[in-house]
């Protein structure tokens, strides 16, 4: 038997092979997370994991919203792929950003999204660390990765109305001048997870520890081996997956038809199927949060100001930017398209079992945009949130900020920041947590 497990198991006990680390998920008859010594059942609880989604230019102006209706909660067209997912809800109204109204323009609306912090203009490059990195650097050294930040458009690095558009391109921040580097190509987001060496090696990641879960095998009950085989069979799946993109050519930018090009080539950021690229990512998601080999990341499913087309949708006649200044019904299928990647990642997240609550309940899954509408209105923000938060949030609610005095985005940061047990007393422009 490995030496390894010879010890009582803890969270950062890790399965390893030749130039991989592959974290585990959460197994009931293993001692402990952490690295604590072995405590009673009660303090052996999973964490809380914290996803942001983010898709820029806002939604459809009259299909965006949720109320309660004989003891109901109904919601917008907007919000049709994941009206199942109600119970695990909340639709949060009013909640802003009062630094972003002053540039009025994607950039400026942006940059700050996940701080509150005022952003420098003339081009320079100033923001504010964002909620995600804030919980990287306070708990990130307890996971292999410290914050897993996942893109499906390039960055775009010009000047729009005096603002940089690096601000457009990115939510998560590490520092106020520096945007967190984001990972647009899976196969090297996969191997962030699983590999201590990103270089492609000889082995799939599966082959190089097949010998470590076979020992791991024997120490654990048989509902966790049963799991123990679902995980590693989801890992292989999305392997293969990535496997078959990469023989199709690359899943962002340019991939030719021809042995030789007959035309100019296409200019950057439109990707070759951004469906099956967007679906890639989310399972990454997963298998980061599943495995704990992070428990924060991010997901810019696209620009503000985006230059996407839907082909997919057959909406590929106006990039996103400018069909997000009409609410047509062709706008509406898109709003659609993105939503349905949370709703993925959070029915995912539902089937896996962490003692007597699921990954989901364990989570708090939050999608926004920097603007309710194409209209560049951010007087109040679109945000739904998904996930119990570690039974600690109170799902199914509708809660109204509109025409409140305190209704800083910043408050909900704060509360998230006490559900993954850090507790400030500010963050951004906000001195008091929201009730959720």
């Not at 996942?150 to 921040?173: R, T």
Request: glycine share 8%; net charge neutral; aromatic share 6%.
């Amino acid at each position: 038997m490995s030496q390894r497990f010879a010890q009582p198991f803890s969270r950062r006990t890790m399965l390893r092979g030749v130039g991989v680390t592959m974290m585990l998920p959460w197994f009931e008859s293993l001692s402990s997370w952490g690295n604590e010594p072995v405590r009673a059942a009660s303090s052996n609880e999973p964490p809380v994991r914290v996803a942001v989604l983010f898709s820029g230019n806002g939604y459809h102006g009259r299909e965006w919203w949720a109320k309660q209706e004989d003891g109901q909660m109904k919601l917008g067209r907007v919000l049709d792929p994941i009206a199942d997912l109600k119970d695990q809800m909340l639709f949060i109204k009013g909640l802003y950003n009062a630094e972003a109204l002053k540039g009025n323009i994607h950039s400026s609306q942006t940059g700050n999204l996940l701080s509150g912090a005022p952003l420098a203009s003339g081009g320079e490059i100033r923001s504010g660390t964002s909620i995600d990195q804030w919980i990287a650097q306070h708990q990130g050294n307890q996971t292999k990765v410290p914050s897993l930040v996942l893109g499906c458009e390039k960055s775009n690095p010009s000047v729009h109305k005096n603002y940089s558009m690096l601000y457009s391109s990115h939510i998560s921040w590490s520092s106020p001048t520096t945007p967190t580097p984001l990972e647009l190509y899976p196969a090297l987001a996969f191997d962030r997870l699983f590999k201590d060496d990103v270089q492609k090696g000889d082995k799939s990641v599966l082959d190089a520890v097949l010998a470590d879960a076979t020992d791991l095998r024997r120490k654990v009950s048989a509902r966790d081996q049963r799991k123990l085989d679902e995980y590693l069979d989801s890992v292989r799946e999305v392997e293969v997956r990535i496997e078959k993109a990469g023989e199709k050519g690359e899943l962002q930018g340019w991939r030719p038809t021809l042995d030789k090009p007959n035309m100019d080539r296409p200019a950057d950021g439109i990707p070759q199927n951004i469906a099956e690229h967007m679906r890639l990512m989310c399972d990454i998601l997963v298998l980061g949060f599943q495995t704990d080999t992070t428990r924060v990341a991010t997901l810019k499913l696209n620009n503000d100001h985006s230059s996407l087309r839907f082909p997919h949708l057959n909406v590929d006649y106006m990039i996103h930017h400018l069909l997000s200044h009409s609410d047509t019904e062709d706008w509406l299928k898109v709003n659609q398209f993105f939503i349905e990647q949370l709703g993925y990642i959070a029915r995912k997240l539902a089937t896996i079992q962490e003692g007597d609550r699921t990954l989901l309940d364990n989570s708090m899954l939050m999608l926004c945009s920097s603007m309710m509408s194409g209209s560049h209105d951010a007087t109040q923000l679109p945000v739904v949130m998904l996930g119990k938060g570690g039974g600690k949030i109170q799902t199914g609610r509708i809660l109204d900020y509109m025409g409140q005095e305190n209704r800083q985005m910043c408050r909900l940061y704060l509360s998230m920041l006490d559900k993954v047990g850090i507790h400030q007393d500010r963050f951004g422009d906000a001195a008091e947590p929201l009730d959720i």
